[in-house]
Nanobody
Framework: QVQLVESGGGLVQAGGSLRLSCAAS????????MGWFRQTPGKEREFVAA????????YYTDSVKGRFTISRDNAKNTVDLQMNSLKPEDTAVYYC????????????????????WGQGTQVTVSS
């Protein structure tokens, strides 16, 4: 069983920064790509960023490129999302998820490719 626990959400003014962290249980963390998704009320959950199992490949949705950075520490079983230059439209519940494909040499951007999810952490950006 894999458990993912997000932390680091909160309220920040536009232009500010937050760092989200996801702690994963289980010994197979290093064999899977990981991703961050977000969701606002009434909208579908959307891809934000993903990282391969080694950390050598990263993927971002266009709206966060240049502002967000995903990273992972396989020794600590954590994956982080550094969010800079935040905008009100970044307001959402952010979820950490594990890519279901063993090996994790590449990461997927479709949420159907992820099998374990955290409970989410709220990020609110005020204008």
């Amino acid at each position: 069983q894999v458990q993912l626990v997000e932390s680091g959400g909160g309220l920040v003014q536009a232009g500010g920064s937050l760092r989200l962290s996801c702690a994963a249980s289980g010994r197979t963390f290093t064999n899977y790509a990981m991703g961050w998704f977000r969701q606002t009320p009434g909208k579908e959950r959307e891809f934000v960023a993903a990282i391969s199992s080694s950390g050598g490949r990263t993927y971002y949705t266009d709206s966060v490129k240049g502002r967000f950075t995903i990273s992972r520490d396989n020794a600590k079983n954590t994956v982080d999302l550094q969010m800079n230059s935040l905008k009100p439209e970044d307001t959402a519940v952010y979820y950490c998820a594990r890519d279901r494909t063993y090996g994790g040499f590449y990461a997927h951007i479709r949420l159907e490719e992820y099998d374990y999810w955290g409970q989410g952490t709220q990020v609110t950006v005020s204008s």
